[in-house]
């Protein structure tokens, strides 16, 4: 069964930071892996997704990742945190088979410091 | 291209009453989600519907819970007789198609039983 595990319920950064957010994925064949951000009281935005294309994948605000299939990691950096950066941050792994469902790791919130 | 919808935003039920959860996918796209967030949680899969048909409901509770996608109109997630566990934030997703795609997010209906 694919799961997902990060690393680190809560990160904190200062302002200008490197932001790195861990995600590990359990899964028997290639995954589409995400990452989503949650601000406060509001749903999901997608931030970057991994195909099988290319292992390094460039999200919106600034944000990238990379597959890593030896270490089964799909972890999250940006250079530079800025303020707006603040939230809970989702790594997720897509079912293979017939459904496509979600399956999420726990979250991490990520607190920038001024 | 409006987003995802749900509504209400929030619901306030008493034990016992039924909560009805609307959400009205993304024009274009046929495939609705729902998750669930429990306090201080990440996402869980519930349900995968595509118009008139339930496709994977192996996330739903066995009872109280139901789910539907009509022909018309939006998808309804059910909850008969709610008790105090079921305080939650439901979230809704679409895609134009299953694996791989990527899952748009509605902003949640908030749901709080007294």
């Known amino acids: ?114 | 291209n409006a987003g995802v919808m749900q509504n209400p935003r929030h619901l306030v039920r008493r034990r016992g009453q039924e909560a009805r959860l609307r959400c009205s996918p993304m024009k274009g796209h046929s495939h609705v989600y729902w998750y669930r967030q429990l306090p201080e949680e990440g996402l869980k899969f519930m349900v995968y519907l595509q118009k008139e048909n339930i496709i994977d409901e192996s996330g739903m509770p066995k009872e109280r819970f139901s789910a539907e996608f009509p022909k018309e109109g939006p998808s309804i997630l059910r909850i008969q007789q709610v008790v105090r566990g079921d305080s939650a934030a439901y979230f809704c997703a679409s895609s134009p198609q299953r694996v791989g795609e990527t899952q748009y997010f509605g902003p949640g209906t908030r749901l709080l039983v007294l």
């Open chain 1, 1 to 114: 069964a694919q799961s997902v595990t990060q690393l680190g319920s809560h990160v904190s950064v200062s302002e200008g930071a490197l932001v790195l957010l861990r995600c590990n994925y359990s899964s028997s064949v290639p995954p589409y892996l995400f990452w989503y951000v949650q601000y406060p009281n509001q749903g999901l935005q997608l931030l970057l997704k991994y195909t099988s294309a290319a292992t390094l994948v460039k999200g919106i605000n600034g944000f990238e990742a990379e597959f890593k299939k030896s270490e089964t990691s799909f972890h999250l950096t940006k250079p530079s945190a800025h303020m707006s950066d603040a939230a809970e941050y989702f790594c997720a792994v897509s079912e293979t088979g017939n459904t496509g469902k979600l399956i999420f790791g726990q979250g991490t919130t990520l607190q920038v410091k001024p």
